[in-house]
């Protein structure tokens, strides 16, 4: 009898609604139109890391973050760096140490598409739907 009795429970629980859980947007990685580069998603995580600072024809990458907080960044931070916050602030005060400086921060989708479709040396990530012609999709991480 108690074994029926879990089992109505266990089918009652299934009944009950669930929140959501929302779906996060896809991110694109932008790099200027001219820049050939191939990138997958171990290279961003290097580049973002400061591991990797150079683009293939030697000159130096400039990698543009997000402000702190935003949904963006949180993404990113997960889906690429496969990191929280904690943990990138305790590798980025390591870093210091050795005189490597974290990304530039920028403070919206739309500054980080209009610093990297002017400097050919700029890599950033937006949301997909903020995508146009000024900027060449590198990466998309769905």
Known sequence: MRRVGALLCAAMALLIPMPAVPEE???????HR???DALD????ARIYLRK???WDDGAP???LHRELGTAA???????????????????????YFAGIFPPAVLSSGAAVKRYVAT???????IDSSEVDD?????LKIE
């Open 134 to 138: 000024s900027v060449r999709v590198a």
């Open 25 to 31: 947007q896809a991110l694109a990685i932008v790099v």
């Open 73 to 95: 960044r949180a993404s990113f931070s997960r889906r690429v760096l496969r990191a929280d916050p904690g943990q990138l602030r305790a590798y980025w005060d390591q870093q």
């Open 61 to 63: 990458i400039v990698a």
């Open 52 to 54: 990797r600072r150079f």
């Open 34 to 36: 001219e820049r050939t």
């Open 119 to 125: 400097d050919r040396d700029a890599i950033g990530y």
């Open 41 to 44: 998603i171990e290279d961003v």
